[in-house]
């Protein structure tokens, strides 16, 4: 029994190493929109059978970033208008809803923790050219902040299964963001802090919305397959 265990173990960790690995490299544009994901090239790549390989697939298609494809098999996503509308929505519906809960439920000090990430994300995009890293970063921790304090184990689920596919996205599109307005994250953050649910979700989603008329123009910058990235996402 415990060699059975400990060989559960190991091959669970194989897995992960895969799976990690894979999607930095999809989310980060290292490995672009279509690549093939052949078993047996990965299998070789990692030294490892192809069992933990598969699983890693397995767990990139529940991300949302990896599709499998009869007769074809696994690539990574491509994307149209109609699937990048379809992820937008679903962003908000998420997003505002945390941003719902969290004006209710959220404390003193975390709200204020909120008021003070957000300031420096609005002082870290105006001092650099909009999402390199460290304020892609911020980002993210500024709006899981937000998810986190709602408590809801589902939500918080299925919005990092979106920000990955979402930055995903701002690497195949860097260069061709909208420039953030002055204090856009910390507007976000007061409307949460005025517990008012209504003004938080409506904050959210003009929050979420930004940019989204751009939409055809990323799509279209994509069909030009001239994306190279960056050398912070290369390191």
Known sequence: MASSSKSTN????RSMEVYKTLQSEIVT???PPGERLVRRDLAKRFHMSPIPIIEALHRL???GLAESVPMYGSRVITWDLESLRSDEMLREAIECQCARL?????SERDLSDIKE???KLDRATSKKEQNLHPER???YQLHFKIANLTGCKSLINELEKVWLRRQMRFSMNIGNQKKIPAGWHTL????IASRNSQQAED???RHVEFGQEDDQNFIDAMKEDHFTPPAWLQA
């Open 188 to 191: 976000l953050a007061e409307a």
């Open 203 to 205: 904050e959210m989603r």
């Open 137 to 139: 970063v911020l980002h």
């Open 29 to 31: 544009g290292k490995i």
């Open 10 to 13: 190991a091959f669970s960790t």
């Open 61 to 63: 298609e529940s991300d």
């Open 117 to 119: 990430l957000a300031e």
């Open 102 to 106: 969290c004006a209710l439920n959220a």
